[in-house]
């Protein structure tokens, strides 16, 4: 695995490290390592993520906009400064209900 390790030992504005694309998803590694990865999403409006697993816990943290976010059985919607913990192996799904940058954590160790 190739270790990313981007714009380190800055403050940086996470709204603004990544733009929005019509009717796209666009992501950025931040952090990519053995350890766990950080990647920043921008959804456009109505595009999503079907339902999947993964195999490590994943904490989505909403920058800005709105998306539905479904957990097992669970739907709900999460917003700018929402944090959502979605456990190891159980099916989950994204959908933009507006617009919507995530910093997406996953904990491989």
Do not use: W
Not at 15 to 44: C, H, Q, R
């Amino acid at each position: 695995m190739n270790e990313i390790k981007t714009d380190i030992g800055k403050a940086l504005d996470v709204k603004t490290l990544i733009e929005y694309s019509p009717n796209s998803i666009v992501n950025k590694a931040l952090i990519d390592t053995k350890a766990g990865a950080i990647t920043l999403f921008a959804f456009d409006e109505g595009q999503g993520l079907s339902e999947h697993t993964a195999p490590f816990d994943a904490v989505a943290q909403i920058v800005e906009g709105e998306t539905e976010i479904t957990i097992g059985d669970s739907a709900f919607c999460a917003r700018e400064g929402n944090l959502v913990i979605m456990p190891a192996n159980v099916p989950h799904a994204l959908r933009a209900v507006k617009r919507f940058k995530m910093l997406l954590t996953m904990i491989r160790a």
